[in-house]
């Protein structure tokens, strides 16, 4: 939100703008699909599309435009290794295409529209084209989606308000530390615990929701999808084992347990016997995070959040 905050702050002065927007990268790109920087005519300049000598170059393009009349919508396809045509300058190697928009006093409505949108969590679907950005009513249900067939023609869709889901089964010391720091990481949180009057759920701010259930029902509770990451961190093994054996064949991003490697053991022989694939049981991340030798709660949340960044940027 504050993206297009800066963006109205600036249009409201009177300042010409572009919005540069990632709409595709491959390999090691530094700048990843939909990361965007703002560059104003008085030189303010906001977000990123991936930073170095890359970004510089397109920074000062983007300057001198903003210097003339002309504010032409540009396709900018930068190759991160070697010399020659579209190169970037940068040895990193990857690709992406960066698209230049432009901005003035006249589409103030517009932005305002976007951001009264993303306050009251409306997810709505914009639209990057060669002719602009605008709202579309054949939205997308996906962060975003790409076509390009050539330079002059191709389509960025991007879905605003919106966020992957963490849903947090356990609502524990660990699970309080998680909640913490996946909130400051912009995913929509959720905590489930079968639990009563449990002080660490209770004092939990901030998840977006929090609910008391029955584990035994917990698959109609956590929503399905690539943007739904589920973390199973309940008080004892027989609950552990309950929740995943209802989950383990529905659609999810990341599926994980807490846990040490002799329960978790254990867990698997017992499943397998009831009829569990390996394969099944391989598509489960535990023990859950990266192992860092994590011992505190805030420690843990640490480790899992760096396995599920790993896995929600992984490059498809």
Known sequence: ??????????????????????????????????????????????G?????????????????????????????????????????????????TVVFHPFKTDQ??????????????????????PTG???????????????IQSESDWQFKELISFKETITIVGGGHVGLAVSQLFRQLNFHVVVLDNRENLNTLEVNTFAHQKQVIDYANIQKHIKQGNDSYV???????????????????????FIGVLGSKAKLKTMWNVMEKEGFTLEELNQVKAPIG??????????????IAAEIIMIKNQML
């Open 48 to 96: 990123s599309v991936g930073g170095g000598v890359m970004e510089f170059t397109l920074v000062e393009e983007a300057k001198s435009l903003l210097q003339t009349e002309n504010l032409p919508i540009l396709f900018k396809k930068q190759i991160h290794q070697g010399n020659g045509k579209d190169k970037s300058g940068m040895i990193c190697s990857g690709e992406q």
């Open 108 to 129: 103030i409505d517009f932005v305002k529209e976007l951001l009264e949108n993303l306050q009251n969590n409306d997810q709505k679907t914009i639209c990057f084209s």
């Open 1 to 46: 939100m504050k993206f297009w905050q800066q963006l109205l702050h600036k249009l409201q002065e009177n300042k010409k703008a572009y919005v540069l927007t990632v709409i595709q990268n491959f390999g090691s790109s530094p700048g990843r699909k939909g990361f965007k920087m703002l560059v104003a005519e008085d030189g303010f300049i906001f």
């Open 231 to 253: 973390v199973i961190m309940t008080n004892k093994y027989t609950d552990d084992k309950l929740v995943l054996c209802q989950l383990i064949r529905a659609h999810y991003k």
């Open 133 to 147: 950005i605008e709202f579309v009513s054949n939205g997308i249900t996906e962060k975003n989606e790409v076509a």
């Open 290 to 303: 990266l192992h860092i030798k994590s011992q505190t709660p805030e420690e843990i949340a640490v480790s």
